[in-house]
């Protein structure tokens, strides 16, 4: 059904409303609570405005109680064992009707309580509904600015697109803060996922119809599709995010589809019409993986529990944004700390769609911060080698600390890279130092806070030990498998020659690391040493376990060398392929 508009009445003279569209929920909340009423007092004082600005965060139905569902789940879990801490989160949205409020709701009881896609007219609540209250504030003529994330900017967009009801008050202006983050809410609009939690929700559903024989036969399919599907992606390393089809995938998926078929023959006239588009929403999936629909991009993930998600991402995202937001010729700003890349903004604006768009404006807000003349970093010239973990490594560390942290009056963050080594200088450097101090250990997200009240606070927190690896990892691969991605590599025209030196190099750097750092050879740590301590290593005699350890290491050196590369190297027997 489509939607007419009605006439706007509003006077010339009066502010066109505002959509600020945003992310997260905590940055709407301080929108909300801090930076408007901020902003409104200002421009009071100022006499810009008369009244208070009114603002509002607009989202979706799943994150609204509805009543009379929350009335029925209570009554459901009254003789049932329940979690105490997620049965209380239940029964406190009694008073909370946004349930982004309540914490510790189960991700199942926040389904079964939160507002339906379609509210029955004869619903016996619907005059005294939270959800239908809050709406009527929301489409209050004085509310200047309507705050919602970025799902619900691109809903209400679709449904202008198609002629549908509008899901925010008419707008003039947009701002879209954390604005590299809209591709990424495009594609899940635009795309399709299908995960264990669906197949139990629809379960659910068809269980207050009684087909219980329909049940089983949609939850045994369609968990045995998922499970197939994992285990042919599955590698030592984690699951590959790239789908790839094989025979048994296909099997499965086509069986998945048969099954999908005659229970949605079999229910169509028993069921909602709505359970019956869950089902044929399940559907579209299974076809859109077995047909490697081109128009998605066919990738896997993993829930909480590493079981699979089929995900399929529109290739169009681009397009739609082009037509559901800048086509419609009003002013918008994006803004966001991660917008430029390199020289400039091409990469985001081909993203959004706005590549071809020529009323774009950039700009580029410097940072204040002078890192030149505020920043310093100190590498003390007389570190001594220690043992690693060791007491005297712990020492002479709380050393240059102290040292340190007295020199700035405190204000010190530090960072550890082991736990273990944190808290030996922590204890050493209680009593010594004139400032409050605290340390943060796991899961303790408010000691942090309470290093912000003191002004001349000294914080210790420690860092995974291999962070600063990982990071330098990820960029390094993000790097070459950019180059690796030109059409001169895949085709072969241009190939990198130094794959075998790649793969060994790492190696015997972190042999003679290993070497270095833990004193393998015997005597002392005297680098001027290290001729006569090979020497002394070279003139041990060789057991026949040194021999056949040399022998296995070998092997796999060869198998491991002669796989890699562009080079013809160690073939593949059956037996390993069968394997």
Sequence with gaps: EKYSPPAERRSPYEPPPVVISTSRHALQKAILTEYIPFLSRILQENGTIQAPIKAVIRKGKEHFVCDERLEHRIVAIEEKNKNALQKEALLSLKEHYDMD??????????????????????????????????????????????????????????????????????????????????????????????????IREICFYLGNEYQGPEIRKLSGTIRMVLDI?????????????????????????????????????KLEKKIPKWIRNKL????????????????????????????????????????YLDQMLWSRGMGAILTSGTLKTGQGFSHIRKMTGLQRVRRVREYVADSPFEYQKNCLLYLPKNLKTCRRESQEEAEMIADHIHSLICSTYGHTLVLFTSYHLMGNVYQM???????????????????????????????????????????????????????????????????????????????????????????????????????????????????????????????????????????????????????
């Design 429 to 579: 450097l209680r009593d010594e130092i004139p400032f409050p101090m605290t340390e943060v250990w796991r899961h303790s997200p408010e000691e942090p806070t309470r290093f912000k009240q003191p002004l001349n606070a000294v914080l210790f927190a420690a860092t995974w030990q291999l962070a600063l690896a990982i990071a330098i990892s990820l960029v390094g691969a993000s790097f070459v498998g950019a180059i690796l991605g030109d059409v001169r590599f895949l085709m072969e025209i241009d190939i990198y020659k130094g794959v075998k030196l790649t793969f060994i190099l790492p190696i015997l750097l972190m042999f003679f690391l290993c070497v270095r750092r833990y004193s393998l050879f015997e005597g002392d740590d005297d680098s001027k040493n290290v001729i006569t301590r090979i020497e002394n290593v070279l003139s041990r005699p060789i057991t026949l376990k040194v021999v056949f350890a040399l022998i296995v290491f070998a092997f796999v050196a060869w198998v491991f060398i002669g796989r890699s590369g562009h080079t013809a190297g160690v073939p593949v027997p059956d037996i390993e392929v069968k394997l």
């Design 101 to 198: 409020e309540v914490s510790n709701l189960s991700g199942f009881d926040r389904r079964m309580v939160s507002v339906p896609k379609f509210c029955s007219g004869d619903c016996p609540k619907r005059g005294s509904c939270r959800y239908q209250q809050y709406l009527e504030r929301s489409r209050d003529h004085e509310m200047f600015i309507q705050i919602c994330n970025h799902n619900y900017l691109l809903a209400d967009g679709y449904h202008r697109l198609q002629d549908y009801r509008p899901l925010l008050k008419d707008y003039r202006a947009l701002i879209v803060d954390e604005a590299h983050k809209l591709p990424d809410a495009a594609k899940q609009m635009f795309g399709k996922s299908l995960c264990y939690d669906d």
């Design 280 to 319: 044929e929403e399940t559907k579209s999936v299974l076809e859109c993986f077995f047909h490697q629909d081109k128009k998605y991009v066919l990738h896997l993930k993993q829930d909480h529990d590493h079981r699979i998600i089929l995900c399929a991402s529109s290739r169009r995202i681009p397009q």
């Design 229 to 265: 599907i994992g285990e042919n992606h599955r590698t030592r390393y984690g699951i590959k995010e790239e789908f790839h089809m094989t025979e048994e995938c296909a099997m499965y998926l086509y069986e998945g589809i048969q099954t999908m078929n005659k229970i949605i023959e």
